[in-house]
């Protein structure tokens, strides 16, 4: 299934900036605790990583667990070093990973 | 003398009521909700949007023809209203929803989404999104919207209540740790914290008449349009906010 995803990075930034980034997944999260009406567990299927590159470097690395909501939602701030891609990708249980490319220029 | 007085002043006070402008459910959320709601990035509802968008222009019928392909640009249904009676049809009344499905099937040659699918609440939130911040707008029908009202009036279920009683003459007032709102429209469909996910309007009609122990009307059915009208002309005046989020 492909992940519907949303970020928000600003198009341009001072050097030396904190510039907020906000990501976020529609995803439903399934814990694997629920059952469903015949009685049966359903499966456990949650995005279990979340990684944001900047120019390649990792700033920022989540392990994910059940206790996550739902189409979960990111805000963190970066400084802004240089012009350039920040990546994110988001991996499910299923070994599926959804990425993102959004670019920045710093000056 | 004083009992009729008194009686008159109960008669008088829904004609009161109707008199206020309306609220839209926004004005009635918790200050987190609202936040949500005015970040697009923080607003959850925006990804069923942007789905929406994506399947506007997605061939699914018959000679790979996409809502798209007749329709043009989604921009230009931004002062659409429904619901509206079906012109082949004038008993029967068609809301977003119903008419999507509709077209799908007449028009398109392709199989309908079905009610509550991921696909047609994210296409009709992508449709009602293009008029958010324009006033509702309405199709005047007088006998649709007082069947409407009929609903909206009805008592029903184990707990004997009618919609009016808690979304009319209590609204404002607390149901446990919940602000009763009036019950507005404007907003759907709507992502509901409570379902993790963006559902349409006849959906949170059933988590309604659930919550009064009352047998729901089916997804889509002739009374919910018909409520769904009503309760878009008792919010005249009522900017849209779809995707709006909600408790």
Redesign the interface.
């Known amino acids: 299934m492909a992940m519907k995803v949303m970020v928000s990075v600003p198009a341009t930034a001072r050097k030396g900036d904190a510039v907020e980034i906000k990501a976020m997944a529609m995803h439903p999260m399934e814990n694997g605790l629920r059952r469903d009406n015949d009685g049966k567990v359903i499966p456990r299927f949650i995005l279990r990583k979340f990684e944001c590159r900047y120019n390649g470097e990792l700033v920022v690395d989540c392990d994910w667990h059940t206790a996550i909501s739902a189409n979960p939602y990111l805000s963190f701030f970066v400084k802004a070093v240089d012009s350039g891609k920040i990546e994110f990708a988001w991996t499910d249980d299923n070994g599926a990973v959804e990425r993102h490319t959004a670019t920045i220029a710093v000056t | 003398m004083r009992r009729v007085l008194a009686l008159l002043l109960l008669l008088a006070l829904p004609a009161l009521a109707a008199d206020r402008p309306p609220r839209s459910g926004l004005d009635y959320a918790t200050p987190g909700v609202r936040a949500m709601q005015a970040d697009d990035?923080?607003n959850?509802g925006?990804?069923?949007v942007?789905?929406g968008l994506a399947l506007w222009d997605r061939p699914g019928g018959m000679g790979g023809t996409s809502c798209a392909s007749c329709h043009g640009r989604i921009e230009g249904f931004a002062g659409i209203a429904y619901p509206r009676r079906d012109p082949r049809d004038p008993d029967k009344l068609m809301n977003l929803e119903t008419r999507i499905e509709k077209c799908r099937l007449d028009n398109m040659g392709a199989p309908p989404y079905g009610y509550e699918s991921r696909e047609l609440v994210a296409l009709t939130a992508a449709v009602r999104h293009q008029a958010r911040g324009r006033p509702v707008a309405v199709v005047e029908d007088a006998d649709a919207i007082a069947a409407g009202e009929k609903e909206f009036r009805q008592r029903r279920g184990a707990l004997d209540l009618a919609c009016a009683q808690c979304h009319e003459a209590n609204a404002g007032k607390k149901l446990r740790d919940e602000t009763i709102s009036e019950g507005q429209t404007n907003g759907f469909p709507a992502y509901r914290l409570r379902w993790?996910?963006v559902g349409s309007l006849h959906r949170r009609f059933q988590v309604c008449n659930q919550a009064v122990a009352a047998e729901p009307y089916p997804l889509g059915s002739q009374e919910y349009i018909a409520l769904e009208w009503y309760l878009a002309k008792r919010g005249a005046g009522l900017l849209v906010e779809t995707p709006a989020v909600r408790q």
């Open positions: 990035f923080a959850p925006m990804l069923w942007q789905e993790q996910g």
